[in-house]
């Protein structure tokens, strides 16, 4: 973009970040993050601050990460220490991830994803009783799962799939077919 005189919008350095946040290239994601508004005048949003937890936090910078959270010149959504909670889970800090747990059901109650993110966190570090508390949680406020679902068209005719669902007319021949792909799997050592 640089080369055709083109300037980054704020939509490019979500890109530039997320990029960065999945490839664990910190010093890049960092040097793009200051390069915003000190040169290309870019005030950073909520979006931004985000990825900005994320890239630290995949990166196991979870201090680093907090402390950003901290420091920042607005006040940080759930999603931002959504954010730091699956870095959490990702590293096994529970006592952080509790943390950012109390800030996220602060503001927000009722998206089940928070909740599974901390369900995960306990259920990695083999928290129990804890994994149990979450679901009685849920539980109480009436949040649940929705299972996943997929789709694939065979000779112009749609099929889905629930998870879980067995129900599908061609189901036995299905999971064979995947049985054969599992057993091709562990021969080639996955």
């Known amino acids: 973009m640089i080369n055709s005189e083109v300037n980054p919008d704020e939509i ?15 010093t890049e994601g960092l040097e793009y993050f200051n390069s915003m508004e000190h040169k290309y005048c870019i005030a950073p949003n909520l979006k931004h601050y985000a990825c900005m937890v994320d890239l630290l936090g995949r990166a196991g910078h ?29 590293h096994r800090q529970v006592e952080l991830g509790e943390l950012a747990a109390q800030h996220i059901f602060e503001m927000d109650t009722e998206s089940v994803g928070y909740y599974i993110l901390l369900w995960n966190l306990y259920a990695d570090s083999s928290k129990w009783d804890d994994v149990a508390r979450v679901r009685k949680m849920m539980r109480e406020k009436g949040l649940s799962i929705d299972p996943g679902c997929s789709w694939v068209e065979v000779k112009g005719k749609v099929h889905a799939f629930l998870s879980g669902d067995d129900f599908h007319p061609q189901i036995k021949e299905m999971n064979a077919v995947l049985e054969g792909f599992y057993e091709k799997m562990k021969a080639t050592g996955f």
């Open 12 to 26: 490019t350095f979500i890109s530039l970040l997320c990029a960065c946040s999945r490839s664990g290239m910190v």
């Open 62 to 90: 979870l201090e680093d990460a907090h402390e950003f959270i901290k420091k920042m010149s607005i006040k940080p959504d759930p999603a931002i220490w959504g954010a730091l909670l699956n870095a959490c889970r990702i």
